[in-house]
């Protein structure tokens, strides 16, 4: 019998009435003989509403109690869908993180998984059982229960399939795969029948929310093909990700990230370690960076600018904050209505009419850039939020019939 993983997001698990139909879909490909895991999301919109919860007591609640608060949604979601199951006629068991053996490390909010203990879960599809798993969390070596951040059942999923031997990973989600742009805000957006490990992993990295970076990082890693479909249309054939290797230069998508803040450090002094204090202390608070721009000297000072995630802009002020006498800098200054667009695609930072195509598009619009990060797969910029939807259109027209979809 072949080994089934599959993961249902939260908006296909938002009613009952979604969650009957999702065991109905279960339940048939477990009639075609197969062993089924599944990894479910929390039901619709708990996640936030979870979040509001919290910061009605508590404006700055502890990573670790918001942990703790955040992994009952999954838990919800997980038990109704194995009742669900069940009231069709087949046996389920719905399992959190202890009793799937998924150990991370200890870092809250964003950890990582160590380590699946997979006896547990092969007991019980030993039994004939339909598998239910918690997405999004573990456990550390405190035995406290950890989160992996924001998509993390992307990641469970696909550590799942590993750790299983399954074949692929089946994600279900609203949207029937991966397409050049977000379809909510271009209409005419192609799906891709197939994209590759590096070029999906930029995506996700850059504001692509169809999948969990990490999920891709670890996909790539043990060679894992990913099946993205819709969980509402049996229709659609969906997208794999997985080794595909594309010999010519192509285009193969944009996306935008408006969940992401700009810090910059005004007036640091110029000299040797500056740079290496700020960015050590604020790795070892486990806050992400992205891009990064150090501005022309002057009068022996520097001006350091960077994007963070906008979850931890608040967690970053403070640090920068404890930092002002090691730093000895003049001020700090924030920005939250910024956001990230991206272009990304196999080589195309070798093609020179690319960029230059990307950024006459934007100067027609008359949209300033403030940052700039480039590689050999993709283009990004830092411009006004409120520009970043006409931006992301005029692009998504200006190269429309540039993009590659096999």
């Known amino acids: 019998m072949s080994i089934v993983v599959q993961k249902y997001g939260g908006s296909s698990l938002s009613s009952p009435e979604k969650i009957k139909k999702i065991a109905d879909q279960i339940v048939l490909r477990k009639k075609d003989g197969n062993k089924i895991v599944v990894i479910a999301s929390a039901m619709g919109d708990t996640t936030n509403n979870l979040l509001n919860l919290a910061t009605q007591v508590n404006n700055t609640p502890s990573k670790r109690e918001l942990d703790m608060l955040l992994t009952t949604g999954e838990q919800i979601s997980v038990s109704l869908l194995a009742m ?37 879960i092969n007991k019980e599809l030993d039994k004939n059982k339909i598998v239910i798993i ?29 750790a299983l031997n399954a074949k692929l990973c089946e994600i279900y989600t609203d949207v029937d795969g991966i397409y050049t742009a977000d379809p909510r805000f271009i209409k005419n957006a192609k799906r891709h029948n197939t994209i590759s490990y590096d070029e999906m992993l930029e995506l996700s990295r850059l504001g692509a929310s169809v999948m969990h970076a990490r999920s891709i990082e670890l ?39 408006h969940q992401i803040a700009k810090i910059s450090v ?111 797969i993709k283009l990004s910029v830092i411009l006004d939020k409120s520009k970043s939807i006409d931006a992301l259109e005029a692009l998504h027209l200006g190269f429309s019939n540039d993009f590659y979809t096999d």
């Open 134 to 162: 918690t997405g999004f969390q573990g456990y550390n070596k405190e035995f406290d229960l950890t989160t992996l951040g924001r998509g993390g059942s992307d990641t469970t999923a696909v550590a799942i399939a590993i």
């Open 84 to 120: 669900a199951i069940e009231n069709l006629g087949f046996d389920s068991v719905s399992l959190n993180s202890f009793q799937s053996g998924i150990e991370t490390t200890g870092y809250y909010a964003k950890s990582k998984i160590s380590e699946i203990n997979t006896t547990r």
């Open 266 to 376: 005004i007036g640091v002094p110029d000299k040797p370690g500056i740079a290496h204090l700020l960015f050590y202390e604020i790795h070892k608070n486990n806050i992400s960076i992205d891009m990064i721009i150090q501005n022309v000297n002057y009068n022996g000072l520097n001006d350091i600018t960077f994007t963070v995630s906008e979850n931890d802009l608040n967690e970053a002020n403070l640090l920068l904050k404890s930092l002002s006498q090691s730093l000895n800098y003049k001020e700090i200054k924030w920005d939250k209505d910024v956001s990230k667009l991206s272009i990304v695609g196999t080589g195309i930072m070798g093609q020179g009419e690319i960029a230059a195509k990307f950024f006459k598009i934007l100067s027609d619009l008359s949209i300033n850039v403030d940052m700039i990060s480039t590689s050999d």
């Open 219 to 257: 996909a790539r890693k043990y060679n894992m093909i990913i099946k993205v479909s819709s969980s509402l249309d049996n229709t659609s054939s969906g997208t794999m990700i997985g080794g595909f290797n594309v010999e010519k230069v192509c285009l193969r998508g944009l996306s935008v990230d």
